[in-house]
């Protein structure tokens, strides 16, 4: 299963486009405090549209909560990683696979990060920005392993039209 974990996440918006994406490719998505907003947040409901309500969530009370109930291979996204997110074997799809995201002004703090060196990474870019965009960045990951995972039980379609809908179109 893939997992994202947003560590003290602050920007209500970015986690509601995170809770859709998470949706949309059935990924379970952890959430550690202190959150920098309320879940009811009208900014939440509005990114995540009315997608929220399906969204597989947990809320730790700090980092040692969530170590304590979560067991698997966890992968680090950070300013400070050295290896891109494409050099991970992310294939198996019986692997309990987390995603680890730190607060959207100081990332995961060195501390955190320290023991799992081998774990962390950065996604290539220009010297003209320190990074992307959060939920951007969610999205890449998460798709970069299910493209591993052969996109496991995802639809190719969309469910609601007929595989010919443009085709048949006039």
Same mark, same amino acid.
């Given at each position: 299963?893939?997992?994202?974990?947003?560590?003290?996440?602050?920007?209500?918006?970015?986690?509601?486009?995170? +809770?859709?994406?998470?949706?949309? %490719?059935?990924?379970?998505?952890? @959430?550690? #405090? $202190?959150?920098?907003?309320?879940?009811?947040?009208?900014?939440?409901?509005?990114?995540?549209?009315?997608?929220?309500?399906?969204?597989?969530?947990?809320?730790?009370?700090?980092?040692?909560?969530?170590?304590?109930?979560?067991?698997?291979?966890?992968?680090?996204?950070?300013?400070?990683?050295?290896?891109?997110?494409?050099?991970?074997?992310?294939?198996?799809?019986?692997?309990?696979?987390?995603? +680890?995201?730190?607060?959207?002004? %100081?990332?995961?703090?060195?501390? @955190?990060? #320290? $023991?799992?060196?081998?774990?962390?990474?950065?996604?290539?870019?220009?010297?003209?920005?320190?990074?992307?965009?959060?939920?951007?960045?969610?999205?890449?990951?998460?798709?970069?392993?299910?493209?591993?995972?052969?996109?496991?039980?995802?639809?190719?379609?969309?469910?609601?039209?007929?595989?010919?809908?443009?085709?048949?179109?006039?």
């Amino acid at each position: 299963m893939i997992n994202i974990v947003l560590f003290e996440p602050e920007i209500p918006g970015n986690t509601g486009n995170i +809770m859709r994406t998470c949706v949309a %490719t059935n990924s379970k998505l952890h @959430l550690i #405090k $202190p959150l920098g907003f309320s879940l009811d947040e009208k900014y939440i409901k509005r990114s995540g549209v009315n997608y929220i309500d399906k969204c597989d969530y947990t809320v730790y009370e700090n980092i040692d909560d969530f170590y304590s109930k979560n067991k698997g291979t966890f992968y680090y996204l950070t300013r400070y990683g050295h290896k891109p997110h494409t050099s991970f074997d992310y294939s198996n799809s019986d692997e309990n696979i987390y995603f +680890m995201f730190g607060k959207e002004s %100081t990332g995961i703090p060195p501390k @955190l990060l #320290k $023991p799992h060196l081998d774990h962390c990474m950065r996604m290539p870019m220009t010297d003209k920005v320190r990074a992307l965009n959060l939920s951007n960045t969610v999205a890449i990951m998460v798709y970069e392993a299910l493209r591993q995972q052969n996109y496991n039980d995802l639809l190719f379609d969309e469910p609601h039209k007929s595989k010919t809908f443009i085709e048949d179109s006039e």
